[in-house]
């Protein structure tokens, strides 16, 4: 007996759900991380991250900045293209402080942020070879990492300025934040393996403590995660409703990371262990 000849549309219809399964094992969600939906965060349980955060982007901003000013679009083009520039540093609105060259980078897509060639265009919409004239941040990746760690500062101080339009906004706010913090203590901080006493270590016990059991806690923390786009961008207008709960995000995976990169925050975090929570009797959360 012939088998059914199976229906078209059955066929794209089964297609689009295993792409969307697959997307959910590579990516997860702020919900992934809290068992209960209606659990109240108030910004007590922020503190002790945000006071970290301060800490560490005021600590690397000066080894960094140069860096990320390109990924930023702030280094003056001239320099990027030919190493010169016919203003002077005083008089040029953008910076010369770079040793980033690229002569085939397209003016419109770095200074605009768009081009109307689009992908016809003779010039290049990315940059090349970061690696050969930067130290630490050479990937996207590493830029959005980054950003965060500038974004969670931003927030710590003006937090009190930051309009919401609804309750739930703020608490998906919050709970993202939250989120995010673990993901970079996670992923920046010294740590015994298969252990979460690095998260406790920096961030409030009794946050982590409303999240998920720590084994779903770790698997979870090793998937990309989607992040409100609005945290990565430049500027920030604190006195505005900037924040919606249905906020457009990207995913991000913080495990593609250099060992450069790593090795730089690493030695942030147990600087901040040993000069602010030590001699408060906290234990190492590392060998």
């Known amino acids: 007996m012939a088998s059914k000849k199976p229906n078209t549309d059955d066929l794209i219809q089964r297609t689009k759900d295993l792409k969307l399964d697959q997307n959910a094992i ?44 390109l990924w930023d679009h702030r280094v003056c083009f001239n320099m990027i293209k030919d190493g010169k520039c016919a203003k002077s540093s ?11 060259r690229q002569s085939n980078l397209c003016p419109y897509w ?6 109307k060639f689009d992908s016809k265009c003779k010039n290049t919409h990315h940059f090349e070879q970061v690696s050969k004239y930067h130290r630490f941040i050479c990937t996207e990746t590493e ?8 974004f969670i500062r931003n927030f710590a101080g003006h937090y009190i300025d930051s309009v919401i339009s609804e309750k739930n906004d703020q608490q998906d706010l919050y709970k993202n934040i939250i989120v995010i913090m ?31 059991p720590e084994k779903d806690l770790l698997n979870e923390l090793e998937k990309p995660y989607d992040i409100p786009e609005v945290f990565l961008e430049l500027t920030m207008n604190f006195n505005t ?13 913080f495990n593609r990371l ?14 901040y262990y040993e000069g602010r929570l030590k001699s408060r009797g906290a234990k190492i959360a590392w060998n």
């Open 241 to 253: 409703y900037w924040y919606r709960y249905d906020a457009k995000k990207q995913s991000l995976n």
């Open 182 to 212: 673990i993901h970079l203590v996670h992923v920046l901080s010294l740590k015994r393996a298969n252990s979460i006493e690095h998260l406790n270590l920096f961030l409030e016990a009794t946050t982590i403590n409303q999240l998920v």
């Open 258 to 271: 250099s060992s450069e990169f790593l090795t730089f925050f690493n030695n942030i975090f147990r600087e």
């Open 90 to 100: 005083d008089q040029c609105h953008t910076e010369h402080q770079t040793t980033y």
């Open 26 to 69: 590579l990516s997860t969600q702020t919900d992934r991380f809290y068992p209960n939906r209606k659990e109240k965060i108030n910004f007590a349980r922020l503190e002790k991250g945000l006071l970290l955060f301060i800490y560490v982007y005021e600590t690397a901003k000066s080894t960094l900045s140069s860096e990320i000013a």
């Open 110 to 115: 770095y200074i605009n942020n768009s081009c």
């Open 143 to 150: 830029v959005d990492v980054y950003k965060l760690i500038r």
